[in-house]
């Protein structure tokens, strides 16, 4: 039993070598033999050119429909111009100083 899976084991490893090898060789062949495709050129004739642009298109019922946007504003400023300089007395009681306070 021990000498099947032996002579099993040595016939899955040429086995697997031998399609290795063939499957790179079909996949060589493959690249290396066909050239590779040539770009093709538009062939230019003498009907070929300067063309004009029709814009009465642009007059249509459908154009005229689209919906124009305003000019998007810059957001309002918020927040201190260096938010990693130490806060200051005025900023932690909101603007006003300690006297302002203690009257309300």
Do not use: C, H, W
Not at 8 to 29: C, N, P, R
Not at 77 to 99: C, D, I, L, Q, Y
Request: hydrophobic residues 40%.
């Amino acid at each position: 039993m021990e000498l099947n899976k032996v002579q099993e084991s040595k016939v899955l490893k040429y086995l697997s070598v031998v399609l290795g090898i063939a499957a790179l060789l079909i996949l060589l062949s493959r690249f290396l033999s066909s050239p590779p495709p040539k770009a093709k050129m538009p062939i230019l004739t003498e009907k070929s050119g300067i063309k004009e642009v029709d814009f009465n298109f642009l007059k249509g019922p459908l154009i005229k429909d689209f919906i124009l946007f305003e000019k998007v504003q810059q957001p309002e400023e918020m927040g201190r111009t260096n938010p990693f300089s130490p806060v200051s007395a005025k900023a932690k009681s909101g603007g006003k100083s300690s006297g302002e306070q203690e009257k309300k």
